[in-house]
């Protein structure tokens, strides 16, 4: 009998992530296949299918009301974006989703979902997508990596980087080197 592969847990024991904060995320296809486009003159240019990943990472926000999407870029075999989760809505800051839903039906709440759980839904919904365009081999990489945003300061760090990211592509971990 083979040994059991377990994998190393990639987020913080413990952590709550449905709550209010910003997430980093990095999505990677699966073997990191290019299959989004490519970088030219330091400047990634999308091909279809980095469309349908664009428009997929912004339904994140129309369908969430408590998604709120910062910086993002799609690039040749991954993607990296910023997420905030936040349940309060209105211009009542203590107007919250929960509150407000539970105001209009005593027995419904809405449920925030976690990071994981929207970055699941992301990946669904565009890789059925991308399967429709024809791109039937397209997978994702199994699941994602994550950074919890702490302050402001590492807040426009991840900024500088995400939109910097196709400048970096010549060194990028992600690529794969001829």
Not at 134 to 160: A, D, M, P, T
């Amino acid at each position: 009998m083979g040994k059991l592969h377990h994998r190393k847990p990639n987020r913080l024991k413990g952590y709550d992530y449905s709550q209010q904060g910003y997430y980093f995320v990095t999505i990677c296809t699966h073997n990191r296949i290019e299959y989004f486009g490519g970088i030219k003159n330091d400047s990634m240019v999308i091909n279809k299918y980095g469309l349908i990943v664009r428009q997929q990472w912004k339904w994140l926000e129309n369908h969430f009301k408590y998604v709120h999407l910062d910086e993002f870029i799609i690039m040749p075999n991954h993607m990296h974006g910023i997420v905030e989760i936040n349940p309060y809505v209105g211009t009542n800051r203590d107007l919250s989703l929960l509150r407000q839903q539970k105001h209009n039906d005593e027995k419904s709440t809405i449920k925030i979902k976690s990071l994981s759980e929207l970055i699941g839904a992301f990946k669904t919904t565009s890789s059925k997508q991308i399967h429709l365009e024809g791109l039937l081999e397209f997978k994702w990489q199994r699941s994602f990596y994550e950074h919890i945003v702490r302050n402001e300061k590492s807040l426009e760090k991840i900024r500088w980087y995400i939109k910097n990211n196709p400048l970096l592509w010549k060194r990028d971990r992600n690529r794969d080197h001829e």
